[in-house]
Structure formats: C-alpha cells, structure tokens
C-alpha cells in the first residue's frame, strides 16, 4: 500500500555529516510509528530512531545527541540528520513506517564513514 525510497547515504569522513531521507508514496499525516533502523555487517537490524506510537522520538543511546529524527508531512518525507559521525555508524540505514495494514521497509541507504 506504501512505497518507501530512501536517500542520502555516502562515504564520509568522522565527524562529518550527512542527511538521510525516506519519501513514502502516500500521505504520512496519520502515521506515528515510523522512523529508522541500520544495520551494519554481521550484525543485527537495530533501531536507530523513531517515532513512537505514544507520540515521543526514541534514539539509540549510541546515537543520542548526534542524530535527529524529523519529517515534513507535506513532502510525505521522514528524515534522519546525522552528525559527529563515528565509524561504527557505518551500516545500511533503512526507514520504516508502521501504517496502511502492515509494516513496510525501504530499500536502504549505505551510509559508511571511513577515514
């Protein structure tokens, strides 16, 4: 019911920045649950940020300070600001939304972060 494409990832140095973007192909105004997971090689799909249902963000606490979490319900876009980036941020960073009758994933976004 929904279509989610992401955008955003790039190689970057420690320190740097850069902004993801997960643009759903249907209005997400009556959508609370969503946000972003990564995961990086042989390792799990962790969350990263979110949206919650009970309508509070939620970070990762290694995460928290540097990465924020926003959308822009006109451009039925959620984003994810990443700052101070860290090596071990490096991952596959997926958006995720929770809505129209089930769970639904984007593609991904390689984010890697190398000096």
């Known amino acids: 019911q929904v279509q989610l494409v992401e955008s955003g990832g790039d190689l970057v140095q420690p320190g740097g920045s850069l902004r993801l973007s997960c643009a759903a192909s249907?209005?997400?105004?009556?959508?609370?649950?969503m946000g972003w997971y990564r995961q990086a090689p042989g390792k799990q799909r962790d969350l990263v940020a979110a949206?919650?249902?009970?309508?509070?963000?939620n970070y990762a606490d290694s995460v928290k300070g540097r990465f924020t979490i926003s959308r822009d319900n006109a451009k039925n876009t959620v984003y994810l600001q990443m700052n101070s980036l860290k090596p071990d941020d490096t991952a596959v960073y997926y958006c995720?939304?929770?809505?129209?009758?089930?769970?639904?994933w984007g593609q991904g976004t390689q984010v890697t972060v190398v000096s």
């Open positions: 995720f939304l929770v809505g129209f009758g089930s769970r639904y």
């Open positions: 249907r209005s997400i105004f009556n959508i609370n649950n």
């Open positions: 949206f919650t249902s009970g309508g509070t963000t």
